[in-house]
């Protein structure tokens, strides 16, 4: 057996890409509908775990992971989470009508509800202790609402160290450096680029 023959047994094929995933058919009523559920039963800050509950665990439009890429978009972009990702989440499903369509469902709540709740907040100035206890109560629901999506979306998405230590330094560029969200997603982001790079296999056979 020749050097060549036993380089090409030593060496194992190389595995295929996975296949991307295909975003399932879905009307442009049930986006609308899907979208006008989210936007009127999600609360505060608490909106990232509706939408991951609707989008993925629900309705099964996205998986995890195309969930947090989306996601990772909609935190470089200006604007609200919400709308971006109705947008970019409409967009995949159904072009521009379905970014459009969604875009309206999600918004149409919060308009409506707004209206409502700055008439009543004005009405009710007076007795305002128990409107500030209201608040405070949604405040922590909506605290606790983006601490479970931030555990159940890290366990799959948190996976080798360097992710770990991407998010360390996250946290200390907004928290501990007082920098814009901007400039520490520029850099960590463009670290994380770098860290992540395709590589070359090391060349093990000999040349000839």
């Known amino acids: 057996m020749n050097d060549e023959a036993m380089h090409d047994e030593a060496v194992p094929p190389p595995a295929p890409a996975p296949a991307p995933s295909v975003p399932p058919r879905v009307s442009l009523p049930a986006i609308f509908w899907g979208f006008l559920v989210i936007g009127a039963t999600s609360f505060g800050g ?16 996205v998986d995890d992971e195309t969930f947090v890429e989306l996601l990772s978009i909609c935190q470089t972009l200006p604007g609200l989470n919400a709308s971006n990702m109705a947008i970019l989440v409409g967009d995949r499903l159904r072009g521009t009508a379905g970014a459009a369509v969604a875009l309206a ?72 450096l007082h920098q814009s969200v901007l400039l520490v997603l520029a850099v960590v982001g463009a670290l994380a680029i770098w860290w992540y790079r395709p590589r070359r296999a090391p060349e093990t056979g000999r040349a000839p």
């Open 46 to 61: 608490g909106v990232v775990a509706y939408l991951r509950s609707g989008l993925v665990g629900r309705r099964h439009w």
């Open 105 to 176: 469902g999600i918004c149409l709540p919060g308009a409506l509800l707004m209206v409502a709740a700055a008439s009543a907040y004005s009405a009710a100035q007076g007795s305002g202790t128990a409107v500030n206890a209201v608040l405070h109560g949604v405040s922590a629901a909506a605290v606790g609402l983006v601490l479970a999506v931030t555990f159940q979306l890290g366990r799959k998405t948190l996976i080798h160290y360097a992710d770990f230590a991407f998010v360390i330094l996250t946290v200390i560029g907004v928290n501990v």
